[in-house]
């Protein structure tokens, strides 16, 4: 069931579980995740960023997002990733995402408040939420590319200012992740600052965003949660199952032309992935039958 972002993310859940928001990219990865969330009787949010966009096209992949979620009885809400766009923003606004995440912190903490403000006035009026973001991300996804000079921890003090001038529904910050593939093949070593999690929790009551999550220890997950996380973000360990699985199930079946048995195996392989998560934040039964 398509539901907006607001009835899943309510101020009684935050230090309790969090929401795992699932980048997807096509109709298989959608397919995965639904199937996962639907199986396991548990709310999810599906997210895709500015460069899923340009590759599927706006409203095709919102039109299988929405789609799918409109097929099952659990709760989905969907959400456009790390905009960079804002005229993009304001498109999937109107066609129907219920969040955007407007991604201005690679500009100047002045640029990304005026931006994040213009953001969330028009998403207020067309009743959508806003995740903005304060401090910069290391990794590299999509189009988001932050280098480990680059990198920034969020500061509190920023976040709380950041927060009070834009009012934005979620917070997005930088708290010791990495983006991307780099962090499991081993390039860099995340961690999560929780200190620097509740420290922000305890000043600005807004539900805060875990990005780069892919891959984090699931004690780390556990106690970045009760630090005041509501939202995880996970691309990559779906990707890795994607990939992974699409290259066996080429090679297991090396005579097979038909799309539909070459995809059956990838589709289990995401929902698999996503089931994982789903159980590591927490979720799993929360919807009463
Ligand atoms: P991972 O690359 O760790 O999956 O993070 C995804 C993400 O934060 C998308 O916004």
Do not use: C
């Amino acid at each position: 069931m398509l539901v907006h972002i607001k009835d899943l993310v309510i101020p009684d859940m935050v230090g309790k579980f969090a929401y795992p928001a699932f980048n997807t990219q096509n109709l298989e990865t959608t397919m995965g995740i639904i199937q996962a969330a639907d199986g396991l009787n548990t709310p999810v949010i599906i997210e895709v960023s500015e460069g899923a966009v340009k590759y599927a096209g706006l409203t095709t992949i919102y039109e299988i997002m929405a789609t799918l979620a409109d097929s099952v009885k659990v709760p989905v809400a969907l959400h456009m990733d790390h905009g960079k766009d804002m005229e993009q923003l304001r498109r999937g606004i109107e066609l129907g995402f219920s969040s955007v995440m407007i991604d201005h912190s690679g500009l100047s903490t002045e640029e990304n408040i005026r931006d994040t403000k213009a953001m969330v006035e028009f998403a207020h009026s067309h009743g959508a939420w806003v995740q903005g973001e304060i401090g910069k991300i290391r990794g590299s996804e999509d189009w988001v590319n932050v280098s480990d000079s680059e990198a920034l921890l969020t500061d509190p003090d920023e976040a709380e200012q950041f927060y009070r001038a834009t009012g934005v529904d979620t917070l997005a910050g930088s708290f010791g992740t990495v983006h991307g593939i780099i962090k499991i093949r081993g390039g860099v070593t995340p961690h999560v600052d929780v200190a620097r999690i509740n420290a922000i929790h305890q000043r600005i009551k807004v539900p805060l965003v875990l990005h780069g999550a892919s891959g984090v220890d699931e004690n780390v997950i556990h106690a970045a949660i009760e630090a005041g996380i509501a939202i995880i973000n996970i691309d990559t360990e779906l990707r890795l199952a994607y990939g992974e699985s699409l290259r066996k199930s080429l090679a297991d079946q090396p005579e097979e032309v038909d799309p539909r048995y070459i995809m059956k195996p990838v589709i289990e392989a995401v929902k698999k992935a996503a089931e994982r998560k789903l159980l590591q934040f927490g979720t799993k039964n929360l919807i009463k039958q």
